[in-house]
């Protein structure tokens, strides 16, 4: 079946400092692929998505790239703030989004 | 304002005593699911549905109940709650497609 693998941390890094989280994904075909952050006491929000191979989605200083040879999609930011402190999830779905798969969840947090 | 609500935030109830999650959504979205979030597991789909009168299970399906009466409601039943549905709980919405889902605000509870 469809999984989602990512690095469960806690991560923790300095304000200003480069933020990677791990995602790798098991799935036939051509899922969708979607990053969400969860504030603390709050619902998740997208953060950014990618459709199809080779797309990079963006939003508020984060990048990810669908890279399908890898079956990867890593969330990259140049210069954390205490702001970014959350729980980020990575996800796909397939099927006309029958049936999101979330992984566990990275908790990060950003020291000043 | 578009949102997902839900309705209670939190709840502790004892083993046995039915409960109702309520959920409502005013996007119009047809889709609508609930999950639930426990540590290390990430979210995990209970249940979903595609639209007014039509629902499927999810992966964690067991001991839970849902119905789609009109399209902006779709409530969460628990018949006999235990103790291993102690978790967080979250309402999701979107349209069709695999398209960005919006998140309620969650709902804690607790089977003592």
């Known amino acids: 079946g469809n999984s989602v693998t990512q690095m469960e941390g806690p991560v923790t890094l300095s304000e200003e400092a480069f933020l990677t989280i791990n995602c790798t994904y098991t799935a036939t075909g051509y899922p969708s692929l979607f990053w969400y952050v969860q504030y603390p006491g709050e619902g998740l929000q997208l953060l950014l998505k990618?459709?199809?191979?080779?797309d990079k989605g963006s939003n508020k200083g984060f990048e990810a790239t669908y890279r399908k040879e890898t079956t990867s999609f890593h969330l990259e930011k140049g210069s954390v703030q205490v702001s970014d402190s959350a729980v980020y999830f990575c996800?796909?779905?397939?099927?006309?989004?029958?049936?999101?798969?979330f992984g566990p969840g990275t908790r990060l947090s950003v020291l000043p | 304002e578009a949102q997902v609500t839900q309705n209670p935030r939190y709840l502790i109830t004892v083993t046995g005593k039915k409960l109702t999650v309520t959920c409502s959504q005013n996007m119009n979205h047809e889709y609508m699911s609930w999950y639930r979030q426990d540590p290390g597991l990430g979210l995990r789909q209970i249940y979903y549905?595609?639209?007014?009168?039509?629902?499927d299970k999810g992966d964690v399906p067991e001991g839970y109940k849902v119905s789609r009466k009109e399209k902006r409601n779709f409530p969460l039943i628990l018949e006999s709650p235990s103790p291993n549905q102690t978790s967080l709980y979250f309402c999701a919405s979107r349209t069709s497609g695999p398209d960005t889902q919006y998140f309620g605000p969650g709902t804690r509870l607790t089977v003592l």
């Open positions: 996800a796909l779905t397939k099927n006309y989004g029958q049936n999101f798969v």
């Open positions: 549905s595609m639209n007014v009168e039509v629902t």
């Open positions: 990618a459709t199809k191979a080779d």
